[in-house]
């Protein structure tokens, strides 16, 4: 079995899904305010684009061109519903933190784009490691926002609680001088931007 | 014809396989989820009880936004009552459990589950959010409108109004509720 390596890295940085591509943006807005949230989202994204790319490329040759969406929709959105129950029961906290970005993990573009693109066309091994190059691509991305935004907006990191640990990382100066908008919705537009800008001038450097 | 019934066949052993994929993790999740609920519930009473005794849980049939009601009680005399509240929200139905005196004033209260807005209704969750509805109902009436509460509260529940009105017409129902029934009202 020949693997193809450049699948991997190319959706970490190459086309990274959410500075390059640009998909997925509704969640990277709405759910990075803290770290810990930024996390769970990217494990919910990995879990589902995984296991999504890996049965339709599966399916690939069985599921018929003209019902290839509704089919599509019926896998993704059975793989977030277990994905939403799971959390539920068991990591109850950042399911709730999640709320109404985590059924809505179904219509990301990325999970429907890397399907219709890459995964309805190539191997099993090649959409798996499709799979999670975006994944990672897509954690890296989401979670160096909200990194930044949790930063300057509220001066800590929040990670998750273990044992005596609240899981919440105070960051001295920062904590006493938040810069609050970077906690809400424009700072999280205006960040977004900046990044985009900064990558794209990286991508056109490296090209030039 | 033939390729329909084909096409139909295909797509409802996907769905006969997601179901039964669903129906599986349900049956490991539902119990969990449910154990949790209660415990949560149990928390929340115990936190809006104000140290007093918890009673038995009874159910109040044809009055608005209250579900059922648990007498507090003092050494056997009932010092108030917890209600279980439904309240329409901006995301779907939210339930909360409040308690009240024999006067009507609200005492504590705590949001037990909602669909409300990242940012914006969830706020409702958190503590300092039913602070502005303590004691009220009784000498003071409960703020039903932003134009009753002080500025800084104003802007706290600004861009939640739908969410604001929901918990503030449930908690008012329940103090009206709790002055009838302590023979106040």
């Known amino acids: 079995m020949k693997m193809n390596w450049n699948e991997l890295t190319k959706g970490i940085f190459k086309e990274n899904p959410v500075f390059i591509i640009v998909l997925g943006l509704c969640p990277v807005l709405g759910v990075s305010t803290q770290v810990s949230n930024a996390i769970g989202m990217s494990a919910g994204v990995l879990f589902v684009l995984l296991f999504s790319n890996l049965l339709i490329s599966a399916l690939r040759n069985f599921i018929p061109d003209s019902i290839h969406i509704p089919a599509y929709i019926v896998i993704i959105a059975s793989l977030v519903t277990i994905t939403e129950m799971v959390m539920h029961a068991f990591v109850p906290a950042v399911y709730s933190a999640l709320g109404v970005y985590l059924p809505l993990i179904v219509v990301n573009c990325i999970i429907l784009g890397r399907a219709e693109a890459f995964a309805a066309r190539n191997t099993v091994v090649d959409s798996i490691l499709d799979a999670i190059g975006m994944s990672i691509g897509f954690a890296l991305g989401l979670t160096l926002i909200a990194l930044i935004r949790e930063l300057f907006g509220s001066g800590t990191i929040t990670l998750f609680a273990i044992g005596g640990f609240d899981g919440v990382i105070r960051i001295p100066w920062f904590y006493n001088n938040p810069i609050r908008v970077m906690s809400l919705a424009p700072g999280a537009l205006l960040l977004m931007g900046y990044l985009k800008a900064f990558f794209d001038w990286k991508g056109a450097r490296k090209e030039g | ?185």
């Not at chain 2, 994929?21 to 415990?39: G, K």
């Open chain 2, 1 to 185: 014809m033939t390729k329909n019934i084909r096409y139909a066949l295909i797509l409802l052993s996907i769905c006969a396989v997601s179901a039964f994929l669903l129906a599986l993790t349900n049956s490991i999740t539902a119990p969990v989820i449910e154990e949790m609920d209660h415990q949560s519930r149990l928390r929340a009473l115990e936190a809006v009880s104000g140290g007093l005794e918890i009673g038995e849980q009874q159910s109040v049939i044809g009055v608005p936004y209250i579900d059922y009601m648990i007498p507090l009680t003092k050494d056997g005399t009932v010092e108030g009552w917890i209600l279980g509240l439904k309240s329409a929200g901006y995301g779907g139905e939210m339930t909360l459990v409040a308690s009240y005196a024999r006067d009507g004033a609200m005492q504590f209260a705590q949001l037990l589950g909602h669909s409300e807005t990242p940012g914006l209704g969830k706020k409702a969750e958190e503590s300092w959010y039913m602070e502005k509805f303590k004691n009220t109902g009784s000498s003071k009436p409960v703020p039903t409108s932003k134009a009753m509460l002080s500025d800084s509260d104003a802007q706290a529940i600004s861009g939640s109004s739908v969410t604001f009105n929901a918990i503030a017409k449930a908690i008012a129902a329940g103090s009206d509720w709790a002055k009838r029934e302590g023979g106040v009202q």
